[in-house]
T-cell receptor
Framework: DAKTTQPTSMDCAEGRAANLPCNHS???????VYWYRQIHSQGPQYIIH???NNETNEMASLIITEDRKSSTLILPHATLRDTAVYYC??????????FGKGTKLTVNP | DTEVTQTPKHLVMGMTNKKSLKCEQH?????MYWYKQKAKKPPELMFV???????INESVPSRFSPECPNSSLLNLHLHALQPEDSALYLC????????????????FGSGTRLTVV
């Protein structure tokens, strides 16, 4: 599975959009981009995934560039409860879900 | 039921003790996992069970012994642990996609915080 690069940490004001970038320049054609988050002392939580089209669900939007080498997770109206570590993972349908270091997002009041 | 339940939530054990962590899911998922997470680090995969059979062991020391007695239960037996084994132990499950397209729908439990003294 391809590796990803994410900023170590980001800050966002409550009520504003949080835009979390992820680089995956070696992604192959059949690999999906997944986003998970982990709130302190809880298990990771699935957020969203996509192949090449932009995706939106009740939690977030995922924007994937046309060349698929990078993506952005958007939390449209961040709340204090969105403070967490966000993991961008690129994978095929293999068994392993491997976590990188992720981005520590802090939402400030 | 869309949850993975782990018990206990907290466990303190001595280096000579034997204890077990338990994980349960009723989503019909046929793949189950154990992850270990040290403080301020990402979760690391330990074991994968596929249809109740061990399919991946990520070179985990034998003092950790997994068991999958049925499709809903996953145990992790602990014996002669070291203080450095203190960590959050996460269980997860997922389902197999149709037409052999792989695995999806990972769902994690809240973990067992283990302290070895």
């Amino acid at each position: 599975d391809a590796k990803t690069t994410q900023p170590t940490s980001m800050d966002c004001a409550e009520g504003r959009a949080a835009n979390l970038p992820c680089n995956h320049s070696t992604i192959s054609g059949n690999e999906y981009v997944y986003w998970y988050r982990q709130i302190h002392s809880q298990g990771p939580q699935y957020i969203i995934h996509g192949l090449k089209n932009n995706e939106t669900n009740e939690m977030a939007s995922l924007i994937i560039t046309e060349d698929r080498k990078s993506s952005t997770l958007i939390l449209p109206h961040a709340t204090l409860r969105d403070t967490a570590v966000y993991y961008c993972i690129v994978r095929r349908g293999s068994e392993k879900l491997v976590f990188g270091k992720g981005t520590k997002l802090t939402v400030n009041p | 039921d869309t949850e993975v339940t782990q018990t206990p939530k907290h466990l303190v054990m001595g280096m000579t003790n034997k204890k077990s962590l338990k994980c349960e899911q009723h989503m019909g998922h046929r793949a189950m996992y154990w992850y270990k997470q040290k403080a301020k680090k990402p979760p690391e995969l330990m074991f994968v069970y596929s249809y109740e059979k061990l399919s991946i062991n990520e070179s985990v020391p034998s003092r950790f012994s997994p068991e999958c007695p049925n499709s809903s239960l996953l145990n992790l037996h602990l014996h002669a642990l070291q203080p450095e084994d203190s960590a959050l132990y996460l269980c997860a499950s997922s389902h197999y996609l149709h037409n052999g397209q792989g695995i999806d729908g990972y769902t994690f439990g809240s973990g067992t915080r283990l302290t070895v003294v």
